[in-house]
Nanobody, 121 residues
């Protein structure tokens, strides 16, 4: 069992930055990838970024490459998503997920409750 709790969302102007956090707990965290997904109103949930628990491999959607950075703090069992250069189209509910997949939401078995990110123009 894995429990995920996100925080750090909010309202920011275009060009601004936010850092999302995902606190994870569970006895087998080292076997999972941790991912961030987002879902805007009326749209499907989409992959944003993922990292393996050791932090040696990271993956990004093309839409966020160069702007977002995923990282993790093993001592705190926390995964972060640093978001810079935010755009209005980044507005969505952001979800943290744990599982064995990389970009496919269907491959993640555990999900957080989500945190809202709103970027104003």
């Amino acid at each position: 069992q894995v429990l995920l709790v996100e925080s750090g969302g909010g309202l920011v102007q275009a060009g601004g930055s936010l850092r999302l956090s995902c606190a994870a707990s569970g006895r087998t965290l080292s076997t999972y990838r941790l991912g961030w997904f987002r879902q805007a109103p009326g749209k499907e949930r989409e992959f944003v970024a993922a990292i393996n628990w050791r932090g040696s491999s990271t993956y990004y959607a093309d839409s966020v490459k160069g702007r977002f950075t995923i990282s993790r703090d093993g001592a705190k069992n926390t995964v972060y998503l640093q978001m810079n250069g935010l755009k209005p189209e980044d507005t969505a509910v952001y979800y943290c997920a744990a599982g064995g997949a990389t970009v496919s939401a269907g491959g993640y078995g555990y999900w957080g409750q989500g945190t809202q990110v709103t970027v104003s123009s």
